[in-house]
């Protein structure tokens, strides 16, 4: 079974930096579109970015310039490090992959932004 487990959330200052990691496990990683999205209390889940098999990225608005999507294809992980850090961007970031019909979801780790 896909299995995906997010990791690198954590408390960081306005204007600061985040990497976060996505670990795929079950399936073969480097067919298949990753995302990341993020949801607040109240609101609906976001895409962030996504990362095709070919490599071609995707952005939200309010992350352009700011967020990179990138991925590890020999290592099963994606990334996205995250720049210049607004406490709107303060969310559970949740890592997400489709394979055979299916959507798969991790965990997702805690991002929160304040001084």
């Known amino acids: 079974q896909v299995q995906l487990a997010e990791s690198g959330g954590g408390l960081v200052q306005p204007g600061g930096s985040l990497r976060l990691s996505c670990a795929a496990s079950?399936?073969?990683?480097?067919?298949?579109?990753m995302g990341w999205y993020r949801q607040t209390p109240g609101k609906q889940r976001e895409l962030v970015a996504s990362?095709?098999?070919?490599?071609?990225?995707t952005y939200a608005d309010s992350v352009k310039g700011r967020f990179t999507i990138s991925r590890d294809n020999a290592k099963n992980t994606v990334y996205l490090q995250m720049s210049s850090l607004k406490p709107e961007d303060t969310a559970v970031y949740y890592c997400?992959?489709?394979?055979?019909?299916?959507?798969?979801w991790g965990k997702g780790t805690l991002v929160t932004v304040s001084s």
């Open positions: 997400n992959t489709g394979v055979s019909g299916l959507t798969y």
């Open positions: 079950a399936y073969i990683f480097s067919n298949y579109v």
């Open positions: 990362s095709s098999s070919g490599g071609r990225t």
